[in-house]
């Protein structure tokens, strides 16, 4: 068992990621200050957020409907880098890179979701 969120393989990659999209952000324009740009930074504090936050319920239920909340959120972060690109904030390669990086967070999320879901079956 897990002592601390940060133990979390998931929260530590989430957390790696969230710092590349708040850099990212930085470097919008400022027109997008409290529209995208504080949408996407939202929604990547919600990843790790929502991880930290089920850790913290000690239930395993509670614990994997927060993972679902931070799933949701990487999939909305998803969904803003598109709008991103589709403005032209980022480049195709950055979105490629940053996509692709978030569907590895999910994988690892789902993972640990289906980690959870033993112990429901083991406690």
Known sequence: MYKRFEDLKVWQEARIYRRKLYSLVKKFPKSEQYA???????????ITSNIAE??????????????RMSRGSINETLDQLYIAK??????????????????????????????????????
């Open 36 to 46: 995208l740009s504080s949408q996407l930074w939202r929604a990547a504090i919600s």
């Open 54 to 67: 089920g850790h913290g319920r000690f239930h395993w239920q509670e614990n994997m409907q927060c993972c």
């Open 86 to 123: 589709d403005c032209g904030y980022i480049s195709a390669g950055d979105f490629k890179n940053l996509y692709d990086e978030g569907r590895k967070i999910e994988q690892l999320l789902n993972g640990y979701i289906r980690y959870l879901a033993k112990q429901k079956l083991s406690g």
